[in-house]
């Protein structure tokens, strides 16, 4: 044992939102019974990126006595946690896992079609992690959240053979996409990026956090922007 800083979290404060447990890239922190806590000393390396995604500063970094951080316990709860069903005790929706996965390719152009075409869950960008099976040789769909409502072939034409993740970049609190989405790029094998806007101007801004994503990551990774009208047809270029 011993003293060193690590994280602390006011129970009292804590409103069991969960970001913070996406946050921890070492899966240092659970939701037990609504509220977030630190699983183990050694899981905690004390830099706090967790601290940036509490919406009501329920976190902080102490000096105290505490276990040595394990970078091979890490990995080994990392990988386990990959493989298995999350924890009981935490939230449902932020649970994270593939299903339906199909060997097909992505639409070459949007299309028509009636079926489900997700194959993963959760979709929010706040809430799915870092790394997750269903970015591994993903091809991916950063999609504003309006575009699922306006454009109606939506599964069949965009969404078909891609991971996904939504979100708005009006009303979100955007301050952490950036670095979320250059960590999936870094952290995982991806194989082209597709950005599904919506043509108001406000929405533009997911395509440019995407491509800012991108020339952090340092990858040479497709990407192309496609704008949708408000009448749920694609703007031609």
């Given at each position: 044992?011993?003293?060193?800083?690590?994280?602390?979290?006011?129970?009292?404060?804590?409103?069991?939102?969960?970001?913070?447990?996406?946050?921890?890239?070492?899966?240092?922190?659970?939701?037990?019974?609504?509220?977030?806590?630190?699983?183990?000393?050694?899981?905690?390396?004390?830099?706090?990126?967790?601290?940036?995604?509490?919406?009501?500063?329920?976190?902080?970094?102490?000096?105290?006595?505490?276990?040595?951080?394990?970078?091979?316990?890490?990995?080994?709860?990392?990988?386990?946690?990959?493989?298995?069903?999350?924890?009981?005790?935490?939230?449902?929706g932020m649970q994270s896992f593939a299903f339906n996965a199909k060997a097909s390719s992505p639409a070459a152009e949007p299309q028509s079609g009636g079926a489900?075409?997700?194959?993963?869950?959760?979709?929010?960008?706040?809430?799915?992690?870092?790394?997750?099976?269903?970015?591994?040789?993903?091809?991916?769909?950063?999609?504003?959240?309006?575009?699922?409502?306006?454009?109606?072939?939506?599964?069949?034409?965009?969404?078909?053979?891609?991971?996904?993740?939504?979100?708005?970049?009006?009303?979100?609190?955007?301050?952490?996409?950036?670095?979320?989405?250059?960590?999936i790029f870094k952290e995982n094998a991806v194989k082209s990026v597709v950005v599904a806007r919506m043509v108001v101007p406000c929405c533009s801004r997911l395509?440019?956090?995407?491509?800012?994503?991108?020339?952090?990551?340092?990858?040479?990774?497709?990407?192309?922007?496609?704008?949708?009208?408000?009448?749920?047809?694609?703007?031609?270029?």
């Amino acid at each position: 044992m011993i003293k060193r800083k690590i994280i602390e979290i006011d129970q009292e404060k804590c409103n069991g939102c969960g970001q913070c447990v996406t946050a921890c890239h070492e899966g240092a922190i659970e939701l037990v019974n609504g509220k977030a806590q630190l699983v183990n000393d050694i899981y905690c390396d004390g830099l706090g990126d967790c601290i940036g995604e509490c919406p009501v500063d329920a976190i902080k970094i102490i000096e105290r006595v505490a276990g040595a951080f394990d970078e091979a316990a890490v990995a080994a709860r990392v990988q386990a946690n990959a493989a298995a069903t999350p924890p009981a005790g935490g939230c449902p929706g932020m649970q994270s896992f593939a299903f339906n996965a199909k060997a097909s390719s992505p639409a070459a152009e949007p299309q028509s079609g009636g079926a489900s075409a997700l194959t993963q869950w959760p979709i929010q960008l706040h809430l799915v992690p870092v790394q997750a099976p269903f970015w591994h040789n993903a091809d991916i769909l950063i999609a504003a959240d309006c575009v699922a409502v306006a454009y109606p072939d939506l599964h069949a034409g965009l969404l078909k053979g891609r991971s996904i993740a939504l979100a708005c970049p009006k009303l979100d609190d955007t301050s952490a996409y950036v670095g979320k989405l250059t960590a999936i790029f870094k952290e995982n094998a991806v194989k082209s990026v597709v950005v599904a806007r919506m043509v108001v101007p406000c929405c533009s801004r997911l395509a440019g956090m995407a491509e800012a994503a991108l020339q952090a990551s340092g990858k040479k990774i497709p990407c192309k922007t496609i704008t949708i009208n408000l009448d749920g047809t694609i703007k031609e270029a």
